[in-house]
């Protein structure tokens, strides 16, 4: 009798041990529709490697996926994983305490990523990391080759070359930016995609410390110049001109320049194969001035707090902090892994990482969509009111200091 209990419970343990684990259904939310088939692939590399760990990616129009996902969560119904955004648009749903906070030793990888992009998805408050960064961007100009070479243009090296290359551009009849202001958050990335270097390191690093503000000459004096290369070198009538009819300018060969971010180049190629792109940091006014591009981070990874699948969810997580993942990201997407050691075979790809050696954060974005009222929100409305002459740099300079007083510390007085 014993000798057959022993041989039943021998039978049953090697049937246990055979059998696979339970399966695991992740959910996994975005706002990157158009990005669906890429990550349909990464999850096919992900599920080959963990046996019984299934993803479900699932998609929602970006302009309402903080307000979904937000609800969601805060019902009780939000996903295992989820992409969320950098900065500002983090802390909504990292303080109220929606997101697994992340570690070293929970995955591990994230040891070797910048200071910069761990920041960014981390909340102000205590420094806790709520997300596995995802990609940079960067705000600079893209310009069309074939036009540049056709009329003798070399990529400038300051202020008044980049007045004459545009200017040389409008003589042979092309346009030469092609940027609209009708999108208003367009207004925010001319601004900083093209007045970055005027305004400098020193003015960046001042206003953090808290010993300047908006009133500083650098930056206003930099909102003039970037209003008087838009009168004279913008589309007519640019200011009722949306996003997607600048970006069809530009592709179509109509325009020589576009102000915009790295994010734009992959989008350019799919609407014009045959496009040649170039990339540089629009300069400063003199030669020895430091070129600087406008850098921020995207988005990150995170995990429900409340998951059930949290050993999973983790699994995967440290899957998108890996070097594997990071270089079939930049590979397959176009766009600047945060992970370190991804190489860049698309030499475009390549020159953007090595502009952003060069750069200061992309401010309002970066620091200042804290609080109400958000400096995004005020310089995409007070710059609109600079093209068309309702206002000037000064009075700007006063209303982002006076405006975000309301609750950024150094400014109040």
């Known amino acids: ?34 990005d669906r088939a890429a990550y349909e692939q990464f999850i096919d590399t992900f599920e080959a490697a963990n ?27 939000g996903p295992d994983l989820m992409m969320v955004r950098a900065y500002g648009g983090l802390e909504n749903v990292a303080s109220a305490g929606y997101l697994e906070p992340l570690t070293t030793e929970t995955v591990p990888a994230l040891a070797e990523f910048s200071t910069a992009s761990l920041a960014a998805e981390s909340g102000r408050a205590d420094g806790t ?17 074939a036009l540049f070479d056709a009329n003798g243009i070399a990529e400038p090296q300051t202020w008044e070359e980049l007045v004459a290359a545009s200017q040389k551009l409008k003589d042979a009849g092309v346009i ?28 960046y690093d001042e206003l953090m410390a808290g010993t300047t503000d908006f009133t500083d000459e650098r930056f206003t004096g930099a909102l003039a110049a970037v209003a008087e290369v838009a009168a004279q070198y913008f ?66 990874y995170a995990a429900n707090a409340a998951g059930a699948n949290k050993e999973a969810s983790l699994k995967f ?31 475009l790809l390549a020159e953007v990482n090595e502009l952003n050696q060069s750069s200061i954060p992309y401010l309002m974005l970066a620091h200042f969509r804290y609080g109400e009222p958000s400096g995004s929100v005020l310089i995409q409305g007070e710059m609109q009111k600079l093209f068309s002459g309702q206002t000037t740099p000064e009075a700007i300079g006063t209303t982002l200091t006076e405006g975000l007083a309301a609750w950024y510390e150094p400014f109040k007085k």
């Open 176 to 203: 030469p930016f092609a940027n609209g202001t009708a999108t208003a958050w367009q207004n925010e990335t001319v601004t900083f995609g093209l007045g970055s270097s005027l305004m400098g390191k020193d003015f």
């Open 235 to 300: 589309p007519d009538g640019f200011i009722g001109l949306d996003y997607p009819s600048a970006q069809q300018l530009f592709s179509s060969g109509m325009a020589g320049m576009f102000i915009g971010g790295s994010y734009e180049l992959a989008t350019f190629k799919t609407q014009n194969p045959d496009i040649e792109l170039g990339v540089f940091a629009a300069p400063g006014k003199t030669a020895e001035d430091e070129k600087l591009v406008g850098l921020y981070f995207d988005g990150g």
């Open 129 to 145: 990391l709520y997300a596995v960064p995802f990609a940079s961007q960067t705000q600079l100009v893209i310009y069309n080759k």
């Open 51 to 77: 046996p019984g760990i299934t993803v479900k990616f699932e998609t929602f129009e970006a302009a309402n996926y903080n307000t979904i996902l937000a609800t969601a969560l805060a019902g009780g119904t």
């Open 1 to 34: 009798m014993n000798n057959r209990l022993i041989r039943i419970g021998t039978a049953l343990a090697a049937v246990l041990i055979a059998a696979p684990a339970l399966a695991q259904d992740l959910t996994f939310w975005s706002w990157r529709q158009e």
């Open 317 to 347: 997580l440290n899957y998108l902090a890996s070097k594997e993942f990071g270089q079939a990201f930049a590979d397959t997407l176009s766009n600047i892994s945060t992970v370190p050691g991804v190489t860049f075979d698309n030499p």
